[in-house]
């Protein structure tokens, strides 16, 4: 009787066991080992306090969700960001990661595709045909949409429009034209003025990025890691477009980024071809205001190429770690969907978001008085939805490190043809 009484009590102890066994593994499920307990507190990492830092405060003030958590943002410079992912990433830990982090677009899919894992889907979150269509190619892999796309880098042809009347063109005859009809304007401005059209730094290929854009090319192939260079037409043409500039004696040589913004503030370049972000510097020569207009970049003259393009910008991405469902309703009740936000960081920090809901909003339809009372935001708005979806894939400034090399044998005499079939032959080489 003893026996059977131990063996009955040790039947239900098993019972019991399993059943507490199967309880803590529902719970786990529930919860989510990759990180999706409740927290208290999620975490964001950005770098820049007056732009990207400064959105997400904004952010956290707008916030109209029902979730009951603190926000910290903790400020890290975009190389550090980028060493921290990576290590903790490859390492195969989440412990010291953030919940939420800002990725510059030329590196989101070098992150996507190593560690797709890492990175929460927000595919059933947010509403990826609210953002710019070209935004899309580079916060999405394998079907699923990874990141909340935040600003734009649209490029706009920024213009003094008393230099031009001096060589006697309007800002019509600068608008929507060829790079290589921008080449002849500003021959007939330097020869009218004595003024250079622009800047060139030829250890910086941003014109390259902007002009191959227009035409919907970049240094890879759709699969985002195979070297288009050799073979790529437009490159092709982009850079025998930067070479004619160069010859054409229009251009003002600078080597950093104080020599750059010099030059338009002190008058010596007719035109600034670049991102939108270089608003607030061109307005910080102040006698100048009324002298500058915004029009659309000049396309390469080739068949399907827009004048519109894109350099920089940046998006939000969750990672796999506990509190995403806290990170995920924070970004879907600010950058994911509320317009009202978008009008605030345009006229607090002049971020021009991608929510294409946003463009209809009285801070979009603002006129600048710098600009001659042109509604420049809605521009750049307007432009932002024609900017050519590229897959920008991996190896954005590897490739560039090449190509710099390139360029300079290629001004200083060597064949296109052989410079870029080097190239090639060099980024297949490191990058495989």
Request: with cysteine; hydrophobic share 40%; glycine share 8%.
């Amino acid at each position: 009787m003893k026996k059977f009484y131990l063996m009955l009590m040790l039947v239900v102890g098993m019972v019991v066991l399993a059943a507490c066994s199967s309880g803590d593994e529902e719970a786990s499920e529930g919860s989510g080992s990759e990180g999706s307990s409740s927290v208290d507190t999620i975490t964001a990492w950005a770098w820049d306090p007056a732009f990207n830092i400064a959105a997400l405060e904004k952010a956290k003030e707008a916030y109209d969700g029902d979730g009951e958590y603190e926000v910290e943002v903790i400020e890290n410079a975009q190389d550090d960001i980028i060493q921290k992912l990576n290590t903790g990433l490859s390492s195969g830990t989440t412990k010291g990661m953030p919940n939420i982090v800002l990725i510059e677009d030329y590196r989101a899919q070098s992150f996507l595709q190593a560690y797709p894992d890492s990175f929460y889907p927000l595919t059933d979150v947010i509403n990826s045909e609210d953002f710019a269509e070209y935004k899309i190619a580079t916060t999405s892999y394998d079907g699923e949409q990874y990141g909340v796309p935040f600003d734009t880098g649209v490029a706009g042809l920024y213009v003094r429009t008393d230099y031009l009347e001096e060589a006697g063109y309007t800002v019509e005859d600068v608008t929507n034209i060829t790079w290589d009809e921008y080449i002849e304007i500003g021959k007939s401005v330097k020869e009218a003025t004595g003024k250079n059209m622009l800047t060139m730094d030829p250890n910086d290929l941003a014109p390259i990025r902007m002009m191959i854009q227009t035409n919907g090319s970049w240094y890879v192939d759709e699969d985002g890691s195979t070297p288009n260079i050799a073979e790529n037409e437009t490159l092709v043409k982009a850079f025998e477009t930067y070479k004619k500039m160069m010859e054409a004696d229009i251009t003002k040589v600078v080597s950093d980024w104080s020599q750059f913004v010099g030059a338009f503030n002190s008058g010596d370049v007719a035109s600034v071809p670049t991102g939108n972000w270089i608003t607030p510097s061109v307005k910080q020569a102040a006698e100048q205001s009324g002298q500058w207009a915004v029009v659309p970049m000049p396309r390469l003259d080739m068949d399907g190429a827009v004048n519109a393009s894109n350099l920089g910008g940046s998006s939000w991405y969750v990672l796999n770690v506990d509190g995403k469902e806290e990170a995920a309703d924070f970004m879907l009740n600010t950058f994911g969907s509320n317009p009202d936000l978008y009008q605030t960081l345009v006229k607090d920090i002049g971020a021009i978001g991608t929510y294409s809901a946003a463009a209809e909003g009285d801070a979009f339809a603002a006129e600048d008085e710098f600009f001659n009372g042109q509604t420049i935001i809605a521009d750049f708005s307007k432009w932002t939805e024609e900017i050519p979806g590229v897959n920008y894939g991996l190896h954005t400034y590897a490739i560039e490190d090449i190509l710099v090399t390139g360029m300079q044998d290629y001004l200083n005499g060597a064949e296109l043809e052989t410079v870029l079939e080097n190239v090639q032959g060099q980024a297949e080489a490191q990058l495989k």
